[in-house]
């Protein structure tokens, strides 16, 4: 999982409330279980009308934002079916933060696993940040994980809470597997202790 620091680029301002799932990576999307790729698809619904053509008013489709690294968005998203899909595409697009003062627990959890920085703001806060953000590509955010901090382009900071084992995990890029592998050295002793215990387990004859 790639590790996450800090990012400094152009926001994107959704406010649109309860953005769901199904909304940010559609249904006929989730055949593949490869995460590359998922990144054109993202808002499918949302982005692009029935021809395929781009819809011009929607925000990821507009010259200034087409590069966006971070998402303001509107309260409780990420709502809606579980589907991990969701944080692939996101992360596929090129967003690696996504701010907003609510969101569904699992699509928040999986964000995490992902190398995506979920941020929760008070609603005051938002507002600052989504003002910051319809400036377009004239101005950027940074978000700096170790800090906890977000500075807006005219120097303004944002401070936001976050869970320190989450918050070193992404610091260290550490996924559940990556986790696991921290452990290697212990779970091979083990392994050989059981093998050696119990080696029947293990396809061995016992001596």
């Known amino acids: 999982m790639d590790k996450f620091t800090k990012v400094s680029g152009v926001a994107a301002p959704m406010r649109s409330i309860n953005i769901d799932t199904d909304k940010i990576i559609p249904k006929q999307y989730l055949k593949t279980i490869q995460r590359a790729g998922l990144g054109k698809h993202l808002f ?4 692009y009308n029935e021809d395929g053509s781009e819809k011009e008013d929607f925000v990821l489709n507009k010259p200034a934002y087409r590069e966006a690294q971070v998402l303001v968005a509107g309260d409780n998203f990420g709502c809606g079916s579980s589907r991990e899909h969701a944080p692939w595409a996101i992360k596929d697009f090129g ?3 996504v701010i907003s ?7 928040y959890n999986n ?8 941020i929760k703001v008070t609603p005051e806060q938002l507002e600052l940040l989504f003002d910051d ?3 377009g590509a004239n101005a ?3 978000v700096d994980l170790e800090k906890q901090e977000v500075t807006g382009p005219d120097g303004g900071v944002v401070n936001f809470e976050m869970d320190p084992f989450r918050k070193q995990c992404l ?4 996924d559940d597997i990556g ?3 921290k452990r290697k050295e212990r779970i091979d002793d083990y392994e050989a202790k059981q093998k050696a215990g119990q080696p029947w387990l293990y396809g061995a004859a016992a001596e």
């Not at 003062?101 to 699509?107: V, Y």
């Not at 964000?111 to 979920?118: A, E, H, M, Q, R």
């Open 133 to 135: 953000a319809d400036r």
């Open 101 to 107: 003062t609510s969101f569904a627990d699992i699509f």
């Open 171 to 174: 610091l260290e890029g550490l």
């Open 95 to 97: 967003i690696r933060c």
């Open 140 to 142: 950027t955010l940074t």
């Open 111 to 118: 964000c995490f696993k992902n190398g995506i920085l979920p």
């Open 179 to 181: 986790l696991t592998l």
């Open 44 to 47: 499918a619904e949302m982005r």
